[in-house]
Nanobody, 127 residues
Framework: QVQLVESGGGLVQAGGSLRLSCAAS????????KGWYRQPPGKEREFVAA????????YYADSVKGRFTISRDNIENTVYLQMNSLKPEDTAVYYC????????????????????WGQGTQVTVSS
């Protein structure tokens, strides 16, 4: 059973920064592509960022490019999302996700097929 546990969410003023972390309970997803999605209030869940197993290939939604950075530490089995220059429209529940074991190569955002999800962490950006 793979569990993904997010942390680092909270309340921040516009222009501020937060760093989200997601630790995986099982090493079976160490070589999986991983990423982040978010669900703003009253809206559908949307893609934010994804990284290949090596961390060399990363992809971002247009709305966060240049402000968010995804990274991973395969020794710690953790993926991160550094969020800078936060805006009120970034307010959402952020979910960590992992692809199936050994599916670690990405060719673009649409090639990321999450199998496992975290419980979500709330990020609120005040204006």
């Amino acid at each position: 059973q793979v569990q993904l546990v997010e942390s680092g969410g909270g309340l921040v003023q516009a222009g501020g920064s937060l760093r989200l972390s997601c630790a995986a309970s099982s090493r079976t997803v160490t070589d999986s592509a991983k990423g982040w999605y978010r669900q703003p209030p009253g809206k559908e869940r949307e893609f934010v960022a994804a990284t290949s197993w090596s961390g060399h290939n990363t992809y971002y939604a247009d709305s966060v490019k240049g402000r968010f950075t995804i990274s991973r530490d395969n020794i710690e089995n953790t993926v991160y999302l550094q969020m800078n220059s936060l805006k009120p429209e970034d307010t959402a529940v952020y979910y960590c996700a992992a692809d199936v074991p050994s599916r670690g190569v990405l060719y673009g955002p649409s090639s990321f097929k999450p199998r496992y999800w975290g419980q979500g962490t709330q990020v609120t950006v005040s204006s």
